[in-house]
């Protein structure tokens, strides 16, 4: 498809274990976003990347949140010692930075459950 | 701190009326607007978006109006379907932010459009 892929779609997972959600973005698209969506709240965001400069990591919750992207395409978001309150959908993003104000296309997310 | 307040949180509307939905914010370094229409299970997708140097800006049934001197814009939905129905996010961007298109997101508001 030619759309934002993200994977799994649903984890499930016991508190304190790590997970990694991968996040492959539409081909060509530069800029890449991951934002978290909880229960009833809008997206808060959490990192960005572009190209080869240096992430904006200031949206990240914790030290626990970690983000890389590698070759500039696929995205893996990391969270370590997993919390309860870490439950939510994870959203990434990509888009055009060629010119301003080009759209964010979004993924279908990972609903990550926290047991 | 929420940085672009909105309401309603749910709204019901019978078929052919006109859901308004409305979002204020305080940053004045924000210049560009977007709505997001998401459905369950799936991530949000662009639907229309504004800059402030107009007032109005209409695609299809949907329509943004926009205050300047308020710091307060709307989304209007004309002759709405039950297919409408989904929840919408009012965004936000930073325009010194230049190629880093982060957005700041409304609490969004879940509408129905009853037959």
């Known amino acids: 498809g030619a759309g934002v892929s993200q994977s799994p779609s649903n984890k499930v997972t016991e508190k304190g274990k790590d997970v990694e959600l991968r996040c492959d973005p539409i081909s060509g698209h530069t800029a890449l976003y991951w934002y978290r969506q909880s229960l009833g709240q809008g997206l808060e965001f959490l990192i960005y990347?572009?190209?080869?400069?240096?992430?904006?990591k200031s949206g990240l919750p914790s030290d626990r949140f970690s983000a890389e992207r590698t070759g500039g395409s696929v995205s893996t978001l990391t969270i370590q010692r997993t919390q309860q309150e870490d439950s939510a959908v994870y959203l990434c993003?990509?888009?055009?930075?060629?010119?301003?104000?080009?759209?964010?296309?979004f993924g279908d997310g990972t609903r990550l459950s926290i047991l | 701190q929420q940085q672009v307040k909105q309401s309603p949180q749910s709204l019901i509307v019978q078929k052919g009326g006109i859901p308004i939905i409305n979002c204020a914010y305080e940053n004045t370094a924000f210049d560009y607007f977007p709505w997001y229409q998401q459905f369950p299970g799936k991530g949000p997708a662009l639907l229309i978006a504004?800059?402030?140097?107009?007032s109005e800006k209409k695609e299809g049934r949907f329509t943004i109006s926009f205050n300047k001197s308020a710091k307060q814009f709307s989304l209007h939905i004309m002759d709405s379907q039950p297919g409408d129905s989904a929840t919408y996010f009012c965004?936000?961007?930073?325009?010194?932010?230049?190629?880093?298109?982060?957005?700041?997101f409304g609490t969004g508001t879940r509408l129905t459009i009853i037959p």
């Open positions: 504004i800059r402030p140097d107009v």
């Open positions: 965004a936000a961007r930073e325009g010194s932010n230049f190629g880093n298109e982060k957005l700041t």
């Open positions: 993003a990509s888009s055009l930075v060629s010119q301003n104000n080009q759209p964010q296309h």
């Open positions: 990347f572009q190209g080869n400069s240096a992430p904006d």
